[in-house]
């Protein structure tokens, strides 16, 4: 097991806006750490060594993880048992292997199943990110001030958690732990339900009306942006709680539906006052945390 003052090569696997960052962060705050990069695309690979981001990008994904103390999948999470396979024979004994992926219970039962017993799997999701896409729109401070989620089982390796947390916390990140199970249901609320609520909008409104839409519009639908391919691999890998979810955002709708139907305005104030209450909470205690600065 290799503790932080110890790593020599750190890969990710995935070059795009995650993947390309953790590098280039790597980079910044591991000067003396080999950052090795791999991406399935040639483009992405060319594109990445005309970038530097990343010490060496490798064309072989076996070479790339081979001598690896730390392995990062920044790949969609559809994509993860069949790295897992590809990469267990070559991986080395004591390996931390890891990714950055939005639900965390599958890859936790796909690591469990494929990869070898000497190699620590340990869940990592960083929040952090934009409705950009690929490996120009990478960047080496996106971790600053993120928080980054650990998860684990009970037979999860305490070393492996150990030195991811001071791994992230290097880049800038506060690290929070949590089993997989609480990480998918909180997740599902707070990140999944957002997307699916802004896409929900933006396809109920009338597209040659949208050319009125104002700032208050605009921010609200922001993460409808993000890709379509990488979001339905996260709802479909969270489903059971991303549906649950739906419902309590469909019984607010239905609540707030009933109060203006019947014209009952001290019950709209209530439940749109509520949400203020809720929200202006929510800053408060993420200026606190240094999360949010006005």
């Known amino acids: 097991m290799f503790v932080l003052k110890d790593l020599r ?4 696997i ?3 806006l995650l993947g390309g960052s ?3 962060a790597i980079l910044r705050c591991f000067p003396g750490v080999r950052a090795v990069g791999y991406s399935h695309r040639a483009r992405t690979r060319r594109k990445a060594r005309e970038l530097a981001v990343a010490s060496e990008v490798a064309d072989d994904i076996k070479a790339g993880v081979t001598g690896a103390d730390i392995v990062i999948l920044a790949t969609p999470i559809s994509t993860f048992g069949e790295i897992f396979a590809v990469i267990r024979d070559v991986l080395p004994s004591g390996c931390i292997v890891t990714d950055v992926g939005s639900t965390k219970v599958l890859p ?3 690591a469990a199943k494929t990869l070898p017993s000497v190699v620590h799997y340990v869940g990592s999701h960083p929040i952090a990110g934009s409705e950009q896409r690929g490996v120009e729109f990478a960047r080496d401070d996106l971790f600053d001030g993120a928080t980054c989620i650990l998860t684990g089982t009970k037979k999860t390796d305490k070393q492996a958690v150990q030195t991811l947390t001071g791994f992230w916390s290097k880049l800038g990140c506060s690290v929070k732990f949590m089993t997989p199970a609480e990480h998918d249901r909180v997740l599902a609320n707070v990140s999944h339900l957002p ?6 909008l933006t396809n109920a ?6 050319k009125f839409a104002g700032k208050g519009f605009m921010d609200t639908s922001r ?11 996260v709802l479909l890998a969270n489903a059971n709680n991303t549906a649950r979810g739906i419902d309590k955002i469909v019984a607010e709708l239905l609540k707030l539906k009933r109060a203006i139907k019947d014209a009952d305005r001290q019950r709209i104030q209530k439940l749109l006052e509520a949400a203020r209450a809720k929200r202006a909470a929510l800053i408060k205690q993420k200026i606190k945390s240094k999360e949010m600065i006005l």
């Open 22 to 24: 953790l590098s280039l």
């Open 195 to 200: 997307h699916v609520a802004a896409a929900a």
């Open 9 to 12: 090569q750190i890969t990710v």
């Open 108 to 110: 936790h039962l796909w």
């Open 14 to 16: 995935g070059l795009g």
């Open 205 to 210: 409104s009338d597209a040659r009306e949208l």
């Open 223 to 233: 993460i409808a942006s993000g890709p379509a391919s990488i979001w339905a691999d």
